[in-house]
T-cell receptor
């Protein structure tokens, strides 16, 4: 079974600064995908960024980037130029294939990020 | 926005009563999922569907059943609700892309079982 661990329950950062959220995972799969989702107070789950395990290049989406270390099974999220709207819970997630070509997401416990003005 | 709605958005019910949550999508996606979210656990998969009348269990399926009689609707039923099923329930759909399949989520339903 896959496990996803986010070791930082809470973090804070000053507006305009950079913050890195950590995520480690454990799997015996060779092909998989990794995601970061954001959950603001509205409770909506919003996709932030995704990474294919077969790609060596780290994914980037505007101010968001990842540091994917496959051998170490580490997948951290860096948020640059933090904004007040980045305040949210952030979840790291691992995706593996299921029977019938479905996919199951396994989530970490989340990191609550507070951006301070 | 993946065109997913969930109803009801909030529900309070009593132990032992049946409850049905509805997920509706407008974009004809084949795969749909039900997750529950509890503090400290992130989201956990309850059941999923890979087509009309085709469903399978996830990791926390005990006490839940699902049905999918048409592509756009995926129903989650608690036959006899218990307090341990108090949670936030999310529906998701899978969007198939050339390099990565991605799941997008509905707005969630907060269920309280007294």
């Amino acid at each position: 079974a896959q496990t996803v661990t986010q070791s930082q329950p809470e973090m804070s950062v000053q507006e305009a600064e950079t913050v890195t959220l950590s995520c480690t995972y454990d799997t015996s799969e060779s092909n998989y995908y990794l995601f970061w989702y954001k959950q603001p107070p509205s409770r909506q789950m919003i996709l932030v960024i995704r990474q294919e395990a077969y790609k060596q290049q780290n994914a980037t989406e505007n101010r968001f980037s990842v540091n994917f270390q496959k051998a170490a099974k580490s997948f951290s999220l860096k948020i640059s130029d933090s904004q007040l709207g980045d305040t949210a819970m952030y979840f790291c997630a691992f995706m593996k294939p299921l029977n019938n070509a479905g996919n199951m997401l396994t989530f970490g416990g989340g990191t609550r990020l507070m951006v301070k003005p | 926005d993946a065109g997913i709605t969930q109803s009801p958005r909030h529900k309070v019910t009593e132990t032992g009563t049946p409850v049905t949550l509805r997920c509706h999508q407008t974009e004809n996606h084949r795969y749909m999922y039900w997750y529950r979210q509890d503090p400290g656990h992130g989201l956990r998969l309850i059941h999923y569907s890979y087509g009309v009348k085709d469903t399978d269990k996830g990791e926390v399926s005990d006490g839940y059943s699902v049905s999918r009689s048409k592509t756009e609707d995926f129903l989650l039923t608690l036959e006899s609700a218990t307090s341990s099923q108090t949670s936030v329930y999310f529906c998701a759909i899978k969007v198939q892309r050339p390099s990565t399949d991605t799941q997008y989520f509905g707005p969630g339903t907060r269920l309280t079982v007294l």
